[in-house]
């Protein structure tokens, strides 16, 4: 119900840089065989916050690596949520790629999701429908997306790894067809900052990830901060969160923070954003409810405290006057059966669609008003 007014993982090797640029420099754009290759990596991109970033799909701002503790830069570097969106007549799309980390997959996540691009297009109805996958076996990805097309020009989205990051990008057409990169939208984007659940894990393709899919639902940029295992509401992460101008900002941390640590930590949460952001929404999510929970007194009792120390921090701010304060309730984001999730707290596609239909719920109403 929207009440009105953890897995932390290890960092991975990265590419030498003369590795990635040799390589890179035989990969401009030129006839391969019946594919033409275009160099993505100059193309507009939406779901950055900042573009004075260390690395091109970088998710922090390059200063932050001395704010911020190694573990959210490390997890920063992640492409999550980035897309690029183009339009192209081609019958065939294909894609190469380098990686920037060597962990391709995880025990709980498809490298599908972990290291792969997914492609959707645009509908005749004006609906973004899926169209295909990479299978990554390797840090460079050389594999159609897309063969044998309806004919016809149409927008396409590319959504980039949720668990590591492109080093180079090209796209691939056949000769005769045009590609033309879409500038990224001017609309005030969701921001949304929490945990692993958030950063995607554990969907089987990128868009599937729920703020991804928020994004096609509610037809407007997202930004991803979701950051695995340490989505704790840090005072540094924040003040950069502030630096932002959204739509309405969305804190989804309790996945991974203890009831003492959401008392201490969300009012100070709520005042750092508020001293530049007098007005914007803000949606405090509660943390959803395990898929095996009903079997473990344990985790029953870390729900009832989490979400206790939450409601009681909202509960004071609106009581102070803040009006643009939003709750939305931790047993309204995966199904009761238990069945939507790969481990009782990772979510499967079935309970990112669950946590969608939650989040979209909320977030209309909030949106609507502006």
Known sequence: MLLNSTTTDQPSSIAPAATVASRRGQQ??????????????QWPFEGAGWTDTARRYDRLPARAESLVDDAVWHLSRMSAGLCLRFTTDATCIHTRYDLLFEELAMVHMPGTAHSGLDLYAEDGAGIDRWVGITRPTARHVEAPLAEGLAPGRRRYTLYLPLYNSPESLEIGVEAGATVEPLPKRQEKPIVVYGTSIMHGASAARCGMAFPAQLGRRLGTPVINLGFAGNGRMHPEVVDLLAELDPSVFVIDCLPN???????????????RLRRGHADTPI??????????????PE??????????ALRAAWQELVLAGDEELHYLQGDDLLPADGEATVDSSHPTDLGMVSYADAYERALQPILRQY
Not at 32 to 37: L, Q, T
Not at 283 to 291: A, K, W
Not at 299 to 308: C, G, P, Q
């Open 299 to 308: 985790k029953a009792e870390r729900h009832r405290t989490s979400r206790a």
């Open 283 to 296: 949606l405090l999510v509660e943390d959803r409810t395990y898929g095996n929970t009903r079997f473990f």
């Open 257 to 271: 923070m203890a009831a003492d640590l959401v008392a201490e930590r969300t009012i100070p949460l709520v005042h």
């Open 28 to 41: 401009q754009a030129s006839p391969m065989g019946d594919v033409i290759w275009h160099d993505a990596m």
